[in-house]
């Protein structure tokens, strides 16, 4: 999940309405790596490694659609439980569907509208597809082309090409 979504879903369940005096994105993710280094040093690394050489390949795969890896699997702090996140813009999502059904690759679909922060002037549009492969939990959002223009003016997460995420393999 990501940290944002996380944050929010944290003040929900406070029963608040700002997220003051939660963390930071930027606090949440120091303190995970730090966690990370005291309790998994022996086994996330290898972990992490693991799922980007499986991102390399879902990305190859997909390639003509331009997939850019996004969230823990790219920043490295994912583990054995994380899933690979990848962005794509597209503005006819049956093209993809298409592709996954002609590959006989079972997916579901979520609709992935956010509410629109102090920043955004749109709602995320563009469903999230939910699927597995080589028994990989694999997230897919879709942007359309308006909304990949203007986000790249916002201060966006990083997002990584294959050529990239290639070469954090070595």
């Known amino acids: 999940m990501h940290v944002a979504l996380a944050l929010q879903k944290a003040a929900r369940q406070m029963g608040v309405t700002e997220r003051a005096g939660l963390p930071s994105e930027l606090e949440v993710q120091s ?18 490694l693991s799922l980007r050489r499986t991102a390399v390949e879902v990305m190859r795969w997909l390639d003509r659609f331009s997939p ?14 994380s899933q690979i996140e990848l962005e794509m813009v597209l ?20 609709n992935c509208r956010s ?20 028994d990989v939990a694999t997230c897919i959002t879709l942007f359309p082309h308006h909304a990949a223009q203007f ?11 294959l050529a990239e995420v290639e070469a954090l393999l070595f």
Do not use: W
């Not at 102090?118 to 995320?124: C, G, S, T, V």
């Open 31 to 48: 303190a995970l790596k730090t966690q990370q280094a005291l309790f998994q040093a022996d086994s996330q690394p290898q972990e992490c």
């Open 68 to 81: 850019r890896l996004v969230g823990s699997v790219l920043d490295g702090s994912a583990n054995r439980f």
């Open 91 to 110: 503005d006819d999502a049956k093209q993809l569907e298409m592709f996954l059904l002609n590959a006989g690759v079972r997916f579901e679909i979520h």
């Open 115 to 134: 509410a629109p922060s102090h920043r955004e002037k749109f709602q995320r549009a563009g469903p999230l597809y939910a699927l597995f492969i080589e």
């Open 151 to 161: 986000s790249r003016s916002l201060n966006r997460p990083k997002r990584a090409r």
